[in-house]
């Protein structure tokens, strides 16, 4: 089904209601958005209700690490209270600049070539390296997918994950490699002995393995796969509408002074996250985009 951008605002206003609202009253105000949000003393946030991203607790808060970055960089920047707007993952992009649901998607969305034609991405909040989940000990000594291949491991990757095509392309076969449907199976491959390993970025598998403890698994350092020659980076970013430049120049400052001076790892470190997901300076928007 092709959606217009009436039906889009239409969609928007049954799924945000007041937030939806919020936006258009704001717009109508004049004003950048970062001077409505400080004049208000509130922004909004779309995020997709997914861990360890953002999502909401059973008590009804909602957190998460780009939530509890979000927070940090805009009491930074005067602005007290952070609103989070839940919306499937595939609304982010037109609830942001179509519906206007949102001032800004702190999703964990990855910074992609298509998504930069239409969003303006941060500066990288976080990167995702792939690590291995693997028996306790790491008995095959299992680093990166050459290793994999060579040693004709068993490898389990979620079924239309990116692992999968990582796998493919670094000459593992195809009958070496199992698809299955979620994390969970994921887990009991490795724990059962089906799999030697399984393939996540480090931030799910670590999210994965706080939620089992004591199980006798452990996840490999994280890497960056080489394919062909070519190193490929996955990374997280904000997005903002494209023109919305001053809120991302404000972003960009209070997101690089966080990372710069720890903080950002302290408050990311309860969901998972850990030094591999800092971005370095070599890892640019720019990049990412092309």
Known sequence: ???????????????????????????LSGGTTLDRARDAG????????????GFTRPDGTV?????????????????????????????????LTLARQ?????????????RCASVAFSVPDYTAP?????????????????EVRDRTLRLAVLGGAVEYRYALDSGIPDQQIQQLADQQA??????????????????SLKNLLAGAPGTPVEVTQGFFPVIGG???????????????????DAVNTQLRELQASGEWLRITQPFGFGPDNVPGPEITTDDLCR
Not at 16 to 23: I, K, Q, R, S, T
Not at 194 to 203: F, P, Y
């Open 1 to 27: 089904m092709t959606w217009s951008r009436r039906d889009v605002l239409r969609r928007g206003a049954l799924l945000g209601g007041g937030a939806l609202l919020a936006g258009c009253a704001s717009a």
């Open 42 to 53: 509130i922004i909004t946030i779309g995020i997709a209700g997914e861990a360890p991203y």
């Open 63 to 95: 957190t998460g690490e780009a939530v509890e970055v979000a927070r940090a960089v805009f009491a930074a920047l005067d602005i007290p209270e952070v609103r989070p707007v839940t919306v499937d993952f595939g609304e982010l992009v037109p609830g």
């Open 102 to 114: 949102f001032d800004l998607v702190t999703a964990g969305m990855f910074v992609t070539r298509a």
């Open 130 to 146: 792939t690590a291995f989940l693997v028996p306790s000990g790491n008995p095959q000594g299992v680093a990166t997918f050459d």
């Open 186 to 203: 994921l887990l009991l491959a490795v724990v059962d002995g089906r799999a030697d390993c399984a393939a996540l970025t480090n931030i």
């Open 230 to 248: 070519r190193t490929v980076v996955s990374a997280g970013a904000f997005a903002a509408r494209p023109g919305d430049d001053d809120l991302l």
